[in-house]
């Protein structure tokens, strides 16, 4: 839920590195760094204690009190940016973002899709595309919605929904054209093609059949 906080205390990273940041991932550690109204500190956080705190029910969108070195004092912050390990999946770095709760701040929201299956056009054989997955809002930090749902469950072939027909809460404040296309449902076309091209086919193989036809009556005709 928007609002959620998190209590996440992380140690100073006194060295920093390539080998300093793999030494540190070896044993279980995720390095960072937390940007704030003062210098950028150097942090590193239990991959554990990380995972925890992103994965509550407000996700990356949640605030977290970090607390470095359990000096006592806490930094309101949210997850400005992380890297994944192309191979293996994991967190190798995160980004931290110092914020101030009484300021709007910008955020990237995803759109989940409801009712897919009760759509008339996708009963019918249509099928639901979304483009658009996620949108860019500005709100107060403890405003950011975890996500938008988008029920599609009356959407018949040839209809969409449009960035204009999500539910913004107040406070809320959209980024995006409202005119952008988030879902349309339209209708197959795949079945229709290859059909197309078997007839074209077929009618090749009749006009090649009756050609050779006509060669072979014209050869009996001249052997005659």
């Known amino acids: 839920m928007a609002g ?7 140690a100073a990273r006194p060295q920093t590195g390539s080998r300093e940041s793999r030494r540190l991932r070896k044993q279980g550690l995720i390095p960072g760094v937390l940007y704030g109204r ?22 990356l969108h949640s605030i977290l009190d970090v607390e470095i070195d359990g000096a006592g004092t806490t930094h309101a912050s949210i997850l400005k940016d992380y890297q994944v390990d192309a191979v293996r999946g994991g967190v190798t770095h995160v980004d931290l973002l110092e914020v101030r709760l009484d300021q709007p701040i910008t955020a990237t929201v995803v759109i989940h899709v409801l009712g897919t299956e009760d759509a008339p056009g996708v009963r ?9 997955r996620e949108i860019s809002v500005e709100a107060l930090p403890l405003e950011v919605p975890e996500h938008f749902d988008l029920d599609v469950s009356g959407l018949a072939i040839g209809d969409s ?52 036809e006509s060669e072979a009556e014209a050869s009996g005709d001249s052997e005659d």
């Open 38 to 59: 003062s210098a950028p500190v150097a942090i590193v956080v239990p991959e554990r204690e990380l995972r925890r705190a992103l994965t509550g029910s407000a996700g």
């Open 124 to 132: 019918e054989g249509g099928v639901l595309a979304q483009p658009l």
């Open 4 to 10: 959620e906080r998190t209590k996440l205390i992380v």
């Open 161 to 212: 929904l449009h960035v204009s027909d999500l539910a913004i809460p107040a406070g809320v404040t959209l980024l995006d054209d409202p005119e952008t296309v988030v879902v349309t449902v339209a209708a197959q076309t795949r079945a229709v093609e290859v059909e197309a091209v078997v007839e074209g086919e077929t009618a090749e193989g009749e006009g090649a059949a009756a050609a050779d």
